[in-house]
């Protein structure tokens, strides 16, 4: 980008979250010299696309944390927002500190089940810890609850990391992956997994979850099912469930929320009603999938619409297009779709299963990946 915006002491963007979207928009706003506080509980970015590999493949996990203070140095603060002041401008932190805003990007993301997410507020180093300990797990059978994209990703990580593992997947639909994916790609998902021997139980959910230990060896657990079908396990791993987090913003926000708790935003991406005040990645009600792909877009557009916002040019509207979502199913396959077109395994395998996007993290944070 190289340029930089001139800008008088007035301006200053606050980011809540330092997921895809927040860093993104962290990493432009710092390459236009715009001063910005980066606000996470955390103190790494962590890149999660790669969670699921790192709960089976020992020493991928430190591939996944990055941190945000050698990043952002003195721009970025960790600790908790507990509210937002939208008369003063003021986002107010667990320390009792407030932080003024010029410009306000919401960009808190989602909340989910272990391995996929990670939102314990614990250090970077037992963050990695936590996934080496699941990674050395030796439970020669495991049942994975959830047949959306990150549970058929985690059976197929296992089966590719440890083939003899006997896994077994229970979805409540009849069809894997996620809804807005062609017909084409989730069969060939399904195709896979049997492929690859994983037992599938399809319209079917599990009835005594509630009983089961998760993420950790426990010998010999009854997985039951509402049809009546029982699964013996040494491990269970939950993929279902993501949530929108929205705790730092509902209260401020209470009339622009969604039924799920993301934020009713216009096409600039501006929160309903406030032109100073944006929302990115999953808290923003855009009718399209959650994903990090989308976060970044997303980043893109209301980075520009700060900058022309500041210098009196027209805003950036967000349209969202045709459907790119890559299935990484194994180190060595995948399917999915670019802009609604099918794709297969060779160019799915080099784009993102080898290395599921970890190098293009650390080089865009500008840091060297760990060996």
Not at 59 to 67: E, L, P, Q, V, Y
Not at 75 to 104: C, P
Not at 192 to 213: A, P
Request: proline fraction near 3%; aromatic fraction near 8%.
């Amino acid at each position: 980008m190289g340029s930089k915006l001139s800008v008088d002491d007035s301006v200053r963007v606050v980011i809540i979250g330092g997921g895809f979207g927040g860093t993104a928009a962290a990493r432009q706003l710092k390459s236009w010299g715009i001063p910005f506080i980066l606000v996470d509980m955390r103190d790494a970015f962590h890149h999660n696309v790669g969670a699921l590999r790192a709960s089976v493949e020992s020493g991928f996990a430190k591939k996944t944390f990055i941190s945000y203070s050698v990043t952002f140095e003195e721009s970025f603060r960790q600790a908790k927002v507990v509210g937002i002041d939208l008369l003063r401008q003021k986002v107010l932190l667990n320390d009792d500190e407030e932080l003024f805003y010029s410009h306000l990007i919401l960009a808190t993301g989602s909340d989910g089940p272990f391995p996929g997410k990670f939102n314990q507020i614990i250090d970077m180093e037992t963050a990695i810890q936590t996934y080496e300990d699941m990674a050395k797990e030796k439970s020669p059978r495991i049942v994975i609850v959830g047949g959306g994209a990150a549970g058929v990703e985690m059976a197929a990580e296992i089966k590719t990391e440890y083939p003899a593992k006997e896994i077994t997947l229970i979805h409540s639909k009849i069809a894997l992956a996620d809804v807005e994916l062609l017909p084409s790609v989730r069969q060939v998902v399904k195709e896979i997994l049997l492929r690859k021997e994983v037992r599938l139980l399809l319209s079917d959910r599990v009835s005594n979850l509630h009983m089961l230990t998760l993420n950790r060896f426990q010998e010999n657990m009854a997985v039951k099912t509402e049809k009546g079908t029982e699964v013996a396990a040494d491990m269970v791993i939950l993929c279902t469930g993501i949530k929108i987090n929205s705790s730092a913003y509902s209260s401020a926000f209470e009339d622009k929320l969604a039924s799920n708790g993301a934020l009713k935003v216009n096409q600039y991406l501006q929160v309903e009603g406030y032109d100073n005040i944006y929302a990115i990645g999953d808290c923003a009600d855009v009718k399209e999938p959650k994903m990090a792909y989308h976060a970044g877009l997303h980043a893109n557009t209301v980075v520009a619409n700060i900058i022309n916002s500041l210098t009196q040019k027209p805003l950036k509207t967000y349209q969202p297009g045709s459907l790119t979502f890559l299935l990484s199913m194994g180190r060595n396959d995948g399917v999915g779709q670019i802009n609604g077109c099918y794709v297969g395994r060779l160019l799915v395998t080099i784009a993102k299963s080898r290395d599921l996007f970890v190098s293009k993290s650390w080089k865009t944070m500008g840091q060297t990946m760990p060996c």
